[in-house]
């Protein structure tokens, strides 16, 4: 029938819409997720070309932050158990399924121990026949455990020790990852600082540091752009510059301990432009960003009404005298961890919201791993130019 061979009056419609760039653009700012995005992406190369285009991600990015899936906690009875994930609940149905591959049930054997979670990739240690690194993309098919060489261990002089250690990940053209090892005396510590370059591990820089500034184990270190912040001395950050291969201290904020009462951590800025100090004290959290040269105090809440509801509503958690902030590094956003009477509580910031989201099964705390939704996304190559059609 003639009918037949003409486009319907609605198919034209959605045709004028499509090849329009602006509205297209438009309606792709708007489909949620990235996984969403990433999928749309795959419908020809011209929608590829405005789904990754810079510009877009970065106003797709401040209309969906990333996203806070789920957090992986070492609370084990026994070193052979793998750590737990825990989801964040609700979660969108688009999300769920890939929430699933984020567990470690398949390398039980290897008794993975976190070290760090960073844009969607888990750094674990694996206790094989030799200590070796892991590293565990769940959200990426086929992704797999990628098995790195072991951390290197320097040979300390005598009447020295590991202060602390740890693994840090910087995403760029793809992930670059450094090892600091932090050694110690009576007289004086060095900061090793390794880099993992063609498959293994080579010394970026020894750095001797001040007795009186050493670097701390807590709170964890954080790396913004190519600089390391870790906490050293009761009241300074040592921040070496991998560019030139030299280090500065900044004060913390006057009045601001490290420990004295209090716990702190480091964040990075979401635009890696700076670092976000945060310290909880007595129910009260104080959040400082520091760019430039100077500290801004952004945001102050009192958790001591909030508290005191929770346990009204959950009879599960116990009366405290106080709660603390869990170690853990993640790109700031909007949302910290909290440690009460045995429980995991999770603090909206921009809400000012708090929940139980976790109960420990021993009494021994552990660090917390949050895990974000990878961005920007990870856009597969598109072979054929004809923009494919719904079945």
Do not use: E, N, W
């Given at each position: 029938m003639e009918g037949d061979s003409q486009t319907s009056p609605a198919a034209a419609a959605v045709s004028k819409v499509l090849e329009d760039d602006d509205l297209l653009v438009e309606i792709l700012l708007h489909v949620?997720?990235?996984t969403t995005l990433v999928r749309a992406a795959l419908v020809c190369k011209r929608w590829l070309g405005h789904a990754s285009e810079p510009?877009?991600?970065?106003?797709?990015?401040?209309?969906?932050?990333?996203?806070?899936?789920g957090f992986?906690?070492?609370?084990?009875?026994?070193d052979s158990a793998p750590p737990t994930f825990v989801r964040m609940l609700p979660q969108p149905a688009e999300l769920s399924a890939i929430v699933r591959r984020t567990n470690f049930s398949a390398y039980r054997r290897l008794s993975p121990g976190m070290l760090d979670c960073r844009n969607g990739s888990v750094f674990t240690t694996l206790y094989t026949d030799k200590s070796a690194l892991?590293?565990?993309?769940?959200?990426?098919?086929?992704?797999?455990?990628?098995?790195?060489p072991s951390l290197p261990r320097p040979l300390l002089p005598l009447g020295s020790s590991c202060t602390f250690r740890q693994v840090l990940s910087k995403q760029g053209d793809g992930l670059s990852y450094y090892y600091l090892y932090v050694e110690s005396s009576n007289q004086e510590s060095r900061m090793h600082v390794y880099m993992m370059q063609d498959g293994s591990w080579r010394r970026h820089h020894l750095l001797d540091i001040d007795?009186?500034?050493?670097?701390?184990?807590?709170?964890?270190a954080v790396l913004v752009g190519n600089k390391i912040y870790m906490a050293a001395g009761p009241s300074d950050i040592l921040v070496f510059d991998l560019t030139t291969s030299s280090f500065s201290m900044v004060r913390l904020p006057q009045g601001v301990e490290h420990g004295n009462g209090a716990t702190t951590m480091l964040s990075r800025a979401g635009d890696a432009s700076g670092v976000y100090l945060i310290q909880l004290k007595e129910?009260?959290?104080?959040?400082w960003l520091r760019k430039g040269d100077n500290w801004l105090l952004v945001d102050t809440i009192c958790l001591h009404e909030m508290c005191d509801n929770l346990r009204k509503s959950d009879s599960t958690i116990k009366d405290e005298h106080s709660v603390l902030l869990m170690d853990q590094v993640v790109d700031y956003g909007d949302f910290v961890f909290l440690q009460m009477g045995g429980c995991v509580l999770h603090l909206d910031v921009r809400c000012r919201t708090l929940r139980k989201v976790y109960e420990y099964?021993?009494?021994?705390?552990?660090?917390?791993?949050?895990?974000m939704m990878i961005w920007p996304p990870i856009f597969p190559a598109v072979k054929y130019d004809p923009p494919r059609t719904a079945t």
């Open positions: 949620g997720f990235p510009a877009f991600l970065r106003r797709f990015r401040k209309l969906h932050p990333p996203r806070l899936l992986y906690i070492d609370d084990r009875y026994c892991g590293v565990h993309r769940p959200l990426c098919h086929g992704g797999g455990l990628t098995i790195v007795q009186l500034r050493r670097p701390r184990s807590m709170p964890k129910f009260q959290l104080r959040i099964r021993s009494t021994r705390y552990r660090d917390i791993h949050p895990f």
